[in-house]
């Protein structure tokens, strides 16, 4: 009986063990299906205040009578998604081995909101997401010109919720869009792409920064 168990315990080890010659099959990294995705905002909002104009909300985009005129489209959806692969937002927020993934749609404002889980079916082990909410220009007849962003990070870890969420409004100043005359036309729209770009960098510094404690 003795002399069987020996025999067993044999062939069992022969079956566990890899076969001669053949190294053992590396270990998928945790990292390698990690997933960051990334959607940009809709068609750029105004705001403007004024001195007989109080706030009216896209009164420039929607070429409105009495407020400066904006170019149609100048940092749309499109050019977002454009900007957004170029940036490479995940290597900003120190997820280097996540794969990028740029969503061509903005979200509908209601989703991005109210869903507490993720927004796409992914099932990776490793998720994040990061949402671009509005694109907004703020003129001001003493403050002058800014691009005012408001974007969303979500890192969900393995996990159906996120583990950690922040969201903030970034700023940037402008000089000289929009453009006053059709010669700016060309340095105003390379202007407030850069100032976008910009505005994406303000947000990774403060999304990295340890969180304050409370007193």
Request: charge should be neutral; hydrophobic fraction near 40%; proline fraction near 9%.
């Given at each position: 009986?003795?002399?069987?168990?020996v025999v067993?315990a044999?062939?069992?080890l022969?079956?566990?063990?890899?076969a001669?010659g053949?190294?053992p099959a590396?270990?998928?990294?945790d990292?390698d299906?990690?997933?960051f995705?990334?959607?940009?905002?809709?068609a750029?909002?105004?705001?403007y205040y004024?001195w007989?104009?109080g706030?009216i909300?896209n009164?420039?985009?929607?070429?409105?009578?009495g407020?400066p005129?904006?170019p149609?489209d100048?940092?749309?959806?499109?050019?977002?998604?454009?900007?957004l692969a170029?940036?490479?937002?995940h290597r900003?927020?120190?997820?280097?081995?996540y794969?990028?993934v740029?969503?061509?749609?903005?979200?509908?404002?209601r989703?991005?909101?109210?869903t507490?889980?993720?927004?796409t079916?992914?099932t990776?082990?490793?998720?994040?997401?990061l949402?671009?909410?509005d694109?907004?220009?703020?003129?001001?007849?003493i403050?002058?010109?800014f691009?005012?962003?408001l974007?969303?990070y979500?890192?969900?870890?393995p996990d159906?919720?996120?583990r950690r969420?922040f969201?903030?409004?970034?700023?940037?100043?402008l000089?000289?869009f929009?453009?006053g005359?059709?010669e700016?036309l060309?340095r105003?729209?390379?202007?407030i792409r850069?100032a976008y770009?910009?505005?994406?960098?303000?947000?990774?510094?403060?999304?990295?920064?340890?969180p304050r404690?409370?007193r």
């Amino acid at each position: 009986m003795g002399g069987r168990r020996v025999v067993f315990a044999a062939v069992a080890l022969a079956l566990a063990s890899p076969a001669q010659g053949q190294p053992p099959a590396p270990a998928a990294s945790d990292t390698d299906n990690c997933e960051f995705h990334v959607w940009p905002a809709d068609a750029l909002m105004s705001v403007y205040y004024g001195w007989f104009h109080g706030s009216i909300v896209n009164g420039q985009v929607s070429g409105r009578p009495g407020y400066p005129r904006v170019p149609p489209d100048p940092i749309g959806t499109r050019t977002q998604s454009e900007i957004l692969a170029e940036m490479q937002p995940h290597r900003l927020l120190g997820r280097d081995d996540y794969r990028l993934v740029v969503h061509a749609e903005a979200l509908p404002s209601r989703a991005i909101r109210t869903t507490a889980g993720r927004l796409t079916d992914s099932t990776s082990h490793c998720y994040a997401e990061l949402i671009v909410d509005d694109v907004v220009l703020q003129q001001g007849a003493i403050d002058g010109s800014f691009l005012n962003v408001l974007i969303h990070y979500r890192d969900f870890g393995p996990d159906p919720t996120p583990r950690r969420s922040f969201a903030t409004w970034s700023q940037t100043r402008l000089t000289v869009f929009p453009p006053g005359s059709p010669e700016q036309l060309e340095r105003a729209l390379a202007e407030i792409r850069q100032a976008y770009r910009h505005d994406f960098i303000l947000f990774a510094q403060a999304a990295l920064r340890p969180p304050r404690r409370r007193r």
